[in-house]
Every structure is written in structure tokens, then in C-alpha cells.
């Protein structure tokens, strides 16, 4: 299980993710930026971010 908690990458944000994967999480935290950070995709810039702060296995 990998967890994730947006508020690593976004302060202020209390939203945590898990999954089985990297791009399960990764698909979760783009729906969560687009719907409650605005943002219609995520950059690359920020799935580095999202990744590097990743944890579990
Ligand atoms: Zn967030």
C-alpha cells in the first residue's frame, strides 16, 4: 500500500490518497487537483513532487 498526503506538496491541503501504485495514486491526486485545487492538469513538474513524496510499498 502507498500513501500519499497532498499537503507535502500543497500546504494547507488535508486530502490523503492510497493506492496500490504510483499511478493509482497519481490518478486520484490529479482528480483531486482538478476538483478542489483548480488545476485542469497536473504538470510534470508537480507529479516529480507527487511522486518524491510517495511513501510505502
Ligand atoms: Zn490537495
Request: glycine share 8%; hydrophobic share 40%; net charge negative.
Amino acid at each position: 500500500m502507498k500513501q500519499f498526503a497532498c499537503g507535502d506538496v500543497v500546504p494547507g491541503c488535508s486530502a490523503h490518497f492510497k493506492g496500490d501504485s504510483d499511478d493509482d495514486i497519481l490518478y486520484q491526486v490529479a482528480r483531486h487537483a482538478h476538483a478542489d485545487h483548480g488545476l485542469a492538469e497536473v504538470p510534470k513538474e508537480l507529479v516529480d513532487r507527487v511522486k518524491a513524496h510517495i511513501k510505502g510499498a
